[in-house]
Every structure is written in C-alpha cells, then in structure tokens.
C-alpha cells in the first residue's frame, strides 16, 4: 500500500503524521520547532528528522512504502529562503530513510489545505505567529502578514506577549496604567529594576530564546482579561482586530465576498477569549455574512492530503520540491 507524510512545520513545534491513500492517519509523530529563522537550519532539520521518525515507528510503514511528502513550513517566505528549506527537508528525510518525492509549501498552505480540502475559502493561523491564506473560486490563491516576529504576526501569540511585557514594564516604571500582568513580570524577571534590565539585556542573547520568551508570556495576558484586566483586555481586542484585518485582506484579494467562509487554526483563535469576540466582531462588521466554519482537519493532514493529490496545490504558492 502506499502512504503519503504530511509535515507541520512551526515556530513551536513540529508535527508529522502519516497517512493510506484513502487518507487514514496510520501514524504520528511530534518534536520541536522547525521555523530555520528561529532554532537554525542544523536544529531544524534535527527537530523534523526525529519527528518523521516517531511517526514511522509508530505506525510500522517502511520508508520505501511512503511514496510522497509535503511540508508546510513556517519561515518558507520568499525566494530568499529556498536553499535552507532545500536544504533542511534534503536532510530530515534522508536521516529518517526517506528518499521520496517531496515539496514544501509555507506552513498556511497546508492549514488551508487541511481545512477545506481544497475548496475555496480562507484560513487564519493564528499561533506563535499569525498569518492568512485564501484560495478563490478561480484558484487563485492569495497570503497575508505571516511577516515574522519583527515586523509581522500581528495578533499572535509572540505579539501578544510582547504586548503583554511592554504593559506591564510601563506600569512599573509608572508610565502606564495599573496592570496585574506586572505581577507575572516580577516573577518572570526579578522584584528590581535592576533585575529587569539584566532580564531584557539577555534577550539579546539568543533570537530562539527572546521568542520563547515572548510568546510565553501571551497566556498570562489572556488570564488577566478573564479576571477583568483593561489593559489585559484591551491587548486582545486590539489583536483580535488585527486578525481579522489580515483574513479580511485575503478574502478580497481572491474575490470571496459573498458570504466567504474562514477557518481559523492556532492557540490563540481556539480558546473561548475577548480576543475571539473581538475577531468575530471585527469580520462581520467589515465583511457582512462571513461565517466562521471548523477546519475539517489539522495542517499535518492538510500535508499528507496534498502529498497525495498534488493537483490540488494552489499552482501560484511559493514552493521548493526535492
């Protein structure tokens, strides 16, 4: 029989799974990250070797049996980063034993792909970073933000946190309004200022470690709203907006006007939240009739769907294939 491995590749972790051609899932498996702008190409690929290699150990499926991949990986932007990409997948697959066809798409691709199974409609993904893509009637397809953490992911987890941080860091230094997430800071970084800057200067350290860090923070900013936080409350409403801007943008760019469908993917849009409020309101105001739909599977399977129905790959997304 042959099987078809899908890859989720991301910021936070990396998760693969394997599938029959009638698309049953016959193994999975999980590791870390894989975005090569965060943890590096080496790491990278290390992460996503030992993932694929939970997966085919746990579903006993030999390498030669899989007879295509597809990775969707967060960090495959532009033409810019075709060679790492080339380069890490060349290498995870290698060392797992795999010498198959494969292509890599950015990892929205494959979260719309796992949503709608190749009908149109727009995906927002909405995790360590935040990003959307849509595909239209005519399949053209279409992205937006998915920028990285310096000038992108406006809404997401990272952004969030560092909303968080920057709020609670004001509140201290008597800038800003009272916040309870100064609390969560003092625990983080030390009860001094003196601890504080020491806390900051080592941000400066590690790109992997400032990130973590960062994004980390975004649940303490979420359970401050529920306790009835303003400023913790505000940083969601204002997030929630933003995403549903980024959606908004791709639903036009494709034509999907007239009650377009959105699936949403990621921790931030999956948990009851203001955020989530503020999503849902912001997109029925600018987008009238807009519903809300479930995706109907994972990224990693939305992978493994267009490893094996490659006709279904939006023929205008950016891709390297091996």
Same mark, same amino acid.
């Given at each position: ?18 599938? /029959? ?116 009637? /005519? ?184």
């Amino acid at each position: 029989m042959a099987y078809f491995l899908g890859i989720d590749g991301g910021a936070t972790k990396s998760h693969v799974v394997l599938s /029959n051609g009638t698309g049953r899932l016959v193994g999975e498996g999980q590791n870390g990250p894989s975005n090569y702008h965060i943890v590096g190409v080496e790491q990278a690929a290390s992460n996503l070797s030992a993932a694929i290699s939970q997966a085919l150990a746990r579903s006993a499926v030999s390498p030669t049996d899989v007879k295509a991949a597809c990775a969707g990986m967060a960090g495959l932007d532009g033409a810019s980063d075709q060679k790492q990409m080339h380069q890490i997948l060349t290498t995870a697959l290698n060392a797992s034993g795999l010498h198959c066809p494969w292509r890599s798409l950015n990892d929205s691709v494959v979260a719309w792909a796992g949503a709608f199974h190749g009908s149109p409609g727009a995906l927002i993904a909405a995790g360590s970073g935040a990003v959307a893509f849509a595909v239209g009637e /005519n399949g053209r397809s279409a992205r937006a933000d998915g920028l990285g953490h310096w000038l992108g992911d406006a809404g997401s987890g990272y952004d969030i946190g560092r909303r968080g941080l920057r709020a609670a860091l004001a509140a201290l230094d008597e800038r800003g309004p009272e916040t309870r997430l100064t609390e969560r800071f003092r625990v983080l970084a030390g009860g001094t200022q003196k601890e504080w800057i020491g806390w900051i200067a080592g941000l400066d350290a590690s790109i992997s470690y400032a990130h973590e860090q960062f994004r980390s923070f975004a649940p303490f900013v979420f359970e401050a709203a529920a306790c009835g936080d303003a400023i913790a409350r505000s940083i969601l409403n204002e997030a929630g907006a933003e995403l549903a801007g980024t959606v908004a943008s791709v639903l036009r760019k494709v034509g999907l006007l007239t009650e377009p469908q959105v699936a949403t993917a990621g921790s931030v849009l999956q948990q009851p939240s203001s955020l989530r409020q503020a999503f849902r309101a912001a997109l029925e105001a600018d987008l009238p009739g807009c519903q809300i739909v479930p995706a109907r599977s994972d990224p990693a399977c939305g992978a493994a769907l267009l490893a094996s129905k490659s006709d279904l790959v939006p023929q205008d997304a950016l891709q390297v294939c091996g």
